[in-house]
C-alpha cells in the first residue's frame, strides 16, 4: 500500500471520501482494513473488506455512515465516510492482511502511511 488521500477538514454532517491505493501488487489478493487513532487512544479497526468471501465489516459507531469499496480495475480501496460527527475525527490508515478481517494488528503486513481527517462541530 502505496498512498493514501483523501483526508481533510470537514464541518460536522459532511463527507469525505479516503483512497487506499496499492502499487506493485494487487489488493484484491488481500484483505483490507481502514484503521484510525484518535489522540491517546489506540487504533481501532473501523472497516475491513474480505477478500476470500466478499464480507464487509464495519464497527458500530460508523456503521450506516461509511462504506467500503473495491475497485479491483485501479487497485484502490474507498472509504466513503458520510454524516461525520466530531468523534470521527483522527488519522485513518489502510492496511492489507493476507490472513483475515480481524486478524491482530502483527498480521497487517503493510500500512498506509495515514491521513488525517479533522471533523468540526
Known amino acids: 500500500v502505496q498512498l493514501q488521500a483523501g483526508g481533510g477538514l470537514v464541518h460536522a454532517g459532511g463527507s469525505l471520501r479516503l483512497s487506499c491505493v496499492a502499487s506493485?501488487?494487487?489488493?484484491?489478493?488481500?484483505?483490507v482494513a481502514w484503521f484510525r487513532q484518535a489522540p491517546g487512544k489506540e487504533r481501532q479497526q473501523i472497516s475491513c473488506s474480505d477478500s476470500i468471501y466478499g464480507r464487509i465489516y464495519y464497527t458500530d459507531s460508523v456503521k450506516g455512515r461509511f462504506t467500503i469499496h473495491r475497485d479491483n480495475a485501479k487497485n484502490t480501496v474507498y472509504l466513503q465516510m458520510n454524516s461525520l460527527k466530531s468523534e470521527d475525527t483522527a488519522i485513518y490508515h489502510c492496511a492489507r492482511t493476507a490472513y483475515a478481517c480481524h486478524a491482530p494488528l502483527i498480521d497487517y503486513d503493510l500500512w498506509g502511511k495515514g491521513t488525517q481527517v479533522t471533523v468540526s462541530s
Open positions: 506493485g501488487f494487487t489488493l484484491d489478493a488481500y484483505h
